[in-house]
């Protein structure tokens, strides 16, 4: 009998996702070098979101499934959205971007999170 590996499920963070100061989800923030390059990867599926601070541009080399990306001006304002495909997908460089959210396929669209809303995070008490 073969034993399938358990699924590596990625979050929930401990910070609640804000768009336009309502709460939409649990996030991760990944702040250090270590987490920001690290990322989604080595995960079978992600809970929430992951929050890349200091990270204009993703791709998806090693990815195993697909994700929604949001990407973020310094305020946190949504300057694009897309869905990436595993191995294949990226951002593109988009000016004054410098964090990205990184979430399942469709939760972005079910968040309300299009180009233009104002996204923050803070820390669960």
């Known amino acids: 009998m ?12 401990p910070h609640d996702l ?11 923030v990944a702040e250090t070098t270590r987490t920001r390059r690290k990322g989604l990867l080595g995960s079978d ?29 310094r305020d946190g304002l949504v300057l694009a959205v897309k869905t990436l495909q595993p191995w294949t997908g990226g951002t593109s ?20 999170l299009v180009p233009g809303v104002q996204l923050t995070v803070r820390r669960r008490a």
Do not use: K, N
């Not at 073969?2 to 963070?13: Q, W």
């Open 93 to 112: 460089f988009r000016r004054g971007a410098v964090a990205t959210l990184e979430a399942p396929v469709g939760a972005l669209a079910e968040w309300g």
């Open 45 to 73: 599926q992600v809970e929430g979101g992951l929050w890349i601070t200091r990270c204009p541009s993703v791709h998806m080399i090693g990815m195993r499934y697909a994700i929604d990306v949001a990407v973020l001006d």
């Open 2 to 13: 073969s034993r399938r590996p358990a699924r590596r499920v990625f979050g929930p963070g």
């Open 18 to 28: 804000l768009c336009d100061r309502r709460r939409v989800a649990a996030v991760a």
